[in-house]
């Protein structure tokens, strides 16, 4: 009764954990980085790459894995985290779990990036 995650998400589980592999190199990097809480503009910096291709990169990553959205993946995922079912994919074994060395992203200047964002147009 007092679930954390909806239980429409228990279909969707299956269908991500066995389309985990179809995920290029690239799209896997991201995927850990938006599980640790990156947004494109985080994830760029850390991969040396443009915003824009993270968010390709993002969305591919969504579709391949039949979610809704970011937040739909992140539920998908910390529910197979949560029934243990993702530690039968010994490179994924670790994708939920605090990484010591992770210190986190940068902080993000707002009013630098809105002030970048206004005079680009």
């Known amino acids: 009764m007092n679930q954390i995650v909806p239980t429409h998400l228990n279909g969707k589980v299956d269908y991500v954990l066995n389309n985990l592999a179809r995920l290029s190199p690239r799209e896997k990097s991201v995927l850990r980085l938006i599980v640790r809480g990156g947004n494109a503009k985080q994830i760029a910096g850390e991969l040396h790459l443009s915003p824009r291709t993270v968010e390709t990169h993002r969305e591919r990553v969504i579709m391949k894995l039949g979610a809704d959205g970011t937040l739909d993946l992140l539920a998908t995922l910390l529910q197979a ?15 939920m779990r605090p990484d010591p060395q992770f210190t986190g992203f940068p902080p993000v200047n707002l009013k630098e990036n809105a002030e970048s964002e206004l005079s680009r147009h």
């Open 81 to 95: 985290f949560s029934e243990h079912r993702i530690n039968d994919f010994a490179e994924w074994r670790d994708i």
